[in-house]
């Protein structure tokens, strides 16, 4: 009966203690809803992205390439709504990055969707870069909604679905 009594207590006191490091756990980076964004800097022209937001906006980052119709016209179609969220105050920071190899392509697309002035950058390595196997877009484009602890909430989101979620800012 007693060795019962104190595998009772043991349980007890070990199943507080592992609640109270769940609770504490931070965040691991990762690409998935949950998880610290990885860091993102972008070859060839030094820039890097900074997900950290002490005003409580969000960070938008949108990965993309002209060769991939659907990715750039998601692009399009983000930057437009993250305009009309803005038009209001600040709620989206937008940053959208393009994985064509060839600069001209970049360049000619940009002006072609009438995205001049907009947050695009350009991995010049394309494919090839650290961030390209960093968040693993090898099996496809896709794009994240980072809170303003640099923390990911969603992913691959609509602009119907970016203005259901900045609603809450």
Known sequence: MKLKAYF???SVLLSGISAVGIRDAKPVEGINPGDLAPRIEINGNGSEIHFQNPDGRYTLVNFWAAYDAESRARNVLLWNKVNRLNATGEK???YSISFDENTSVFEGTIR???LM???Q???EEGRH???FQTYQLEKGFKN???NNEGVIIASNVTPEELAQ????I
Do not use: N, Q
């Open 8 to 10: 009772l207590v043991a």
């Open 92 to 94: 989206v920071a937008m």
């Open 112 to 114: 072609t969707d009438k």
């Open 117 to 119: 002035g907009t947050t």
């Open 121 to 123: 950058l350009h991995e």
């Open 129 to 131: 870069s650290d961030l």
């Open 144 to 146: 994240l909604l980072i």
């Open 165 to 168: 979620l900045c609603d809450r």
